[in-house]
T-cell receptor, first 115, second 112 residues
Framework: DGGITQSPKYLFRKEGQNVTLSCEQN?????MYWYRQDPGQGLRLIYY???????QKGDIAEGYSVSREKKESFPLTVTSAQKNPTAFYLC??????????????FGPGTRLTVL | GDSVTQMEGPVTLSEEAFLTINCTYT??????LFWYVQYPGEGLQLLLK?????DKGSNKGFEATYRKETTSFHLEKGSVQVSDSAVYFC???????????FGAGTRLFVKA
């Protein structure tokens, strides 16, 4: 079955540590995205990538980093510079980035808690 | 800039009641419009979409019509079920753009 997988589902981190969230898709989609969701709020875009070896900052990129070395993988690193990293992180992909082709397919999410 | 505004929740209904969740948008061009649903502890799933004015998207008994004159895309369902309890997000995507703009979400509770 095609889809997006994120791991782990729950992640705990001590303050000052970097942590990497995994996102893999087998939909053959060109575009991938990372969002942050806080309780009672909508989604905020962290980073997105339209093609391999290219990515762009979203609205809240500070304290985060990404890579896109393979089409199917788009890992997100939450660095110690992120002041308030506890949140629910969602990875998504789309065929392209234009209009209706921006229909997004989401993974199940990773809940990160900083202790 | 582009934006999406949807009604605040939570919305609490009894089973078989009629549902409306209001959504209005502002956009500079001619966006595609979407409704996504998020069940507890999960990612979002596309519920329905419409790509041009007067299009009606529909799925699982839910409907929404793209109204350009009122810049609206209200979600409706004639008879809700307990299993419809979730958070619903209205969203837009401009042609030629990369971004999807999401509303804040509306939580729906359906009581048996």
């Amino acid at each position: 079955d095609g889809g997006i997988t994120q791991s782990p589902k729950y992640l705990f981190r001590k303050e000052g540590q970097n942590v990497t969230l995994s996102c893999e898709q087998n939909l053959n989609h060109d575009a991938m995205y990372w969002y942050r969701q806080d309780p009672g709020q909508g989604l905020r875009l962290i980073y997105y990538s339209q093609i391999v070896n290219d990515f762009q900052k979203g609205d809240i990129a500070e304290g985060y980093s990404v890579s896109r070395e393979k089409k199917e993988s788009f890992p997100l690193t939450v660095t110690s510079a992120q002041k308030n990293p506890t949140a629910f992180y969602l990875c998504a992909s789309s065929i392209g980035t234009s209009g209706s082709y921006n229909e997004q397919f989401f993974g199940p999410g990773t809940r990160l808690t900083v202790l | 800039g582009d934006s999406v505004t949807q009604m605040e929740g939570p919305v609490t209904l009894s089973e078989e009641a009629f549902l409306t969740i209001n959504c209005t948008y502002t956009a500079t061009g001619y966006p595609s419009l979407f409704w996504y649903v998020q069940y507890p502890g999960e990612g979002l799933q596309l519920l329905l979409k419409a790509t041009k004015a007067d299009d009606k998207g529909s799925n699982k008994g839910f409907e929404a019509t793209y109204r350009k004159e009122t810049t609206s895309f209200h979600l409706e369902k004639g008879s809700v079920q307990v299993s419809d309890s979730a958070v619903y997000f209205c969203a837009l995507s401009e042609g030629g753009g990369f971004k999807t703009i999401f509303g804040a979400g509306t939580r729906l509770f359906v009581k048996a």
